[in-house]
């Protein structure tokens, strides 16, 4: 009886391997972008990209574990949600009293050590940010908030 249990788990476990989630490869860096609302610095840019971008824009770069589903289905959750909290690539989209909120949260998560999330640090290091990096990113967000129009 165990055995066949065994085999309908590993059976199932193959099965869901062909089922796969929509992955985020959008455009990047488009006519909704955040720079083209605010400035921001290529030193900030750069910072955003490698600890925000994954969850927070159009163009996620999947690991390859992302491969392995439910792995897959969690990972593309998580973007989603990601995107639909916030999303540099359709920045310009947002009303103003929302895209300057969307600052504020982005100042207050970092001031917080909130993200990156701790889940998110575990497998991408480069990502987790130095005090300086998140000063320097807290700094940029309260003062770009002036600029939304």
Request: hydrophobic share 40%.
């Amino acid at each position: 009886m165990m055995k066949k249990i065994l085999y309908v788990i590993i059976g199932l476990l193959l099965v869901i391997q062909f089922i796969r989630p929509e992955e985020n490869r959008g455009e990047s860096g488009g006519p909704h972008a955040l720079q083209n609302v605010v400035d921001v610095p290529d030193t900030v840019l750069a910072v955003l990209k490698t600890s925000c971008y994954d969850c927070h824009s159009n163009t996620t770069v999947y690991p390859w574990y992302t491969n392995v589903q439910p792995v897959g289905w969690w990972l593309a959750n998580h973007v989603s949600e990601g995107k639909r909290e916030l999303n540099f690539d359709e920045f310009k989209t947002y009303p103003s009293k929302k895209a300057i909120h969307k600052l504020e949260e982005t100042a207050d998560v970092i001031k917080e050590n909130e993200m990156p999330l701790n889940s998110y640090l575990l497998i991408h290091r480069t990502a987790k940010l130095t005090e300086a990096q998140k000063q320097m990113v807290i700094d940029w967000a309260q003062q770009a908030q002036m600029q939304v129009k």
